[in-house]
């Protein structure tokens, strides 16, 4: 990262080209004086004078540079001009040479502080060119405003930056900050990021040209704000726009197919030239009465993850005893395979009744489906309830996609799912102040531990 280093304040720049200029001058009489009578003529001695005099002006400016010419010319004036040791002037040449060097000396004093300014002027509109094309060519992300202040506070050696807005309501809020933490009332710098916004820093006065740059980078900071905002309703409406398909696709196969099971069977049953036994009867029955079941969880599901999504959800916190909310929740759920052990003197939790059997019934039939035949265990411990199966588990890198909406790792499955089972138990778990964590199984297999907040004694 380049930095832009400020240059001495004035004044101490003011004391080092004094200092320079007096031992310069002190240094380069006293050496010149004892060979004035061995033939060294005015002009040699002129150009000596002329290099303390350039330096003066190097470091500390013009009005030094001319202090320094002034003085280096009554010095030569007083030590090398016939008379010595006066100011008259005994011949009129050596008037013109005294003339031609104070001019000389004048000029390239100016040169020198010019050239020098253009020099650093050159060097910073470079490092500036650089830093706003780093910027202006970084991707918008995550970050990207983060990573701006950043480079603003290094390149101007800040201690901390921050992007302020002002809200509705009149109060300036911190949109991001980098660096030490800063009151924005003591901020040593502000600059105006566009409409209700601005870029304020602590550290170090700046000089004019770094308030333009500044300024220039308070601009691309808003710029990279909305920029950034774009970005995230873009992803916004990216996901609105997969969950939309996501339920076009689950009314089109997943709603239809209990669907079509409940109409072929009421259909044959109707069918006046069709004689059934009881048997094929209560089959026929029970498929429409398993298929009905299927749709009302599926419409229920939808309707839990559009309450989850809209931020309506209830939630009614009480005291519940783990095995009485198990033993519920698997009149919901697959029983077949499921062993439970809850034991009935386990600390009570702080839930809702009816979330936590959501949560437990939709867990038990994800491990179910995923254990294809095998043993699943409810555990119930002091730390919270498990849910085990011995299936083909899930991936560490899968575990947090797989408690998103529509999600279905295994698309090859036809059981009328949704995907929503686990992102509506983590979500109703957290609605409770609680926590839902996936895990490996020993000997293979996936176990969901379900934690919620104990009842304060």
Do not use: C
């Amino acid at each position: 990262m380049t930095v832009l280093v400020a240059p001495p304040r004035s004044r101490t720049r003011a004391w080092i080209g004094a200092a320079v200029g007096v031992v310069g001058l002190g240094v380069l009489t006293a050496a010149l004086t004892p060979a004035r009578s061995g033939g060294l003529t005015l002009t040699s001695v002129a150009l000596l004078y002329l290099v303390p005099v350039v330096v003066v002006a190097g470091v500390g400016g013009v009005w030094l540079g001319l202090a320094a010419a002034a003085a280096s010319d009554l010095l030569l004036n007083w030590f090398f001009v016939p008379p010595f040791h006066t100011l008259a002037v005994d011949r009129r040449d050596n008037v013109v040479a005294l003339l031609v060097y104070v001019l000389v000396a004048l000029v390239v004093s100016v040169a020198v502080v010019l050239a020098a300014r253009q020099r650093a002027a050159a060097v910073r509109s470079g490092i500036e060119a650089q830093l706003l094309a780093r910027i202006s060519t970084e991707p918008v992300a995550g970050g990207s405003l983060a990573r701006l202040l950043g480079h603003v506070r290094e390149t101007f050696g800040m201690t901390g930056v921050a992007l302020l807005e002002t809200g509705t309501d009149g109060i300036e809020r911190v949109v991001e900050s980098v660096g030490t933490p800063f009151d924005s009332d003591d901020a040593s710098l502000s600059a105006s990021a566009g409409a209700d916004l601005r870029l304020v820093a602590q550290g170090p006065a700046l000089f004019a040209e770094d308030h333009r740059l500044l300024e220039r980078l308070a601009a691309a900071a808003a710029r990279t704000l909305e920029a950034t905002r774009q970005a995230a309703q873009a992803a916004e409406l990216a996901e609105v726009d997969r969950v939309r398909t996501a339920i076009l696709a689950a009314v089109g196969h997943d709603l239809r197919t209990p669907l079509a099971s409940i109409k072929a069977a009421a259909s044959s049953l109707r069918a006046p030239d069709v004689a059934f036994s009881d048997e094929d009867r209560e089959e026929l029955l029970a498929t429409v009465e398993e298929s009905a079941d299927r749709l009302d969880d599926l419409v229920e599901n939808l309707l839990a993850m559009s309450r989850l999504q809209a931020g309506v959800l209830s939630v009614q916190p009480r005291p519940v005893a783990l095995d009485e909310v198990v033993a519920r929740a698997l009149l919901y759920a697959p029983g077949a395979g499921v062993r439970v052990e809850v034991s009935d003197d386990l600390p009570l939790v702080l839930a809702d009744p009816g979330l936590l059997e959501r949560v437990i019934a939709n867990l038990v039939s994800n491990a179910v489906r995923a254990a294809a035949g095998g043993e699943v265990t409810v555990l119930g411990t002091a730390a919270g309830l498990q849910i085990i199966d011995h299936g083909s588990g899930i991936a560490p890198a899968d575990r947090d996609r797989v408690f998103a909406p529509f999600q279905r790792l295994d698309d090859r499955r036809a059981d009328g799912g949704l995907g929503l089972g686990l992102a509506i138990a983590r979500g109703f778990t957290e609605a409770m102040g609680g926590t839902l964590t996936p895990s490996d199984t020993p000997g293979g297999g996936l176990t969901m531990t379900v934690t919620l907040p104990g009842v304060r004694t």
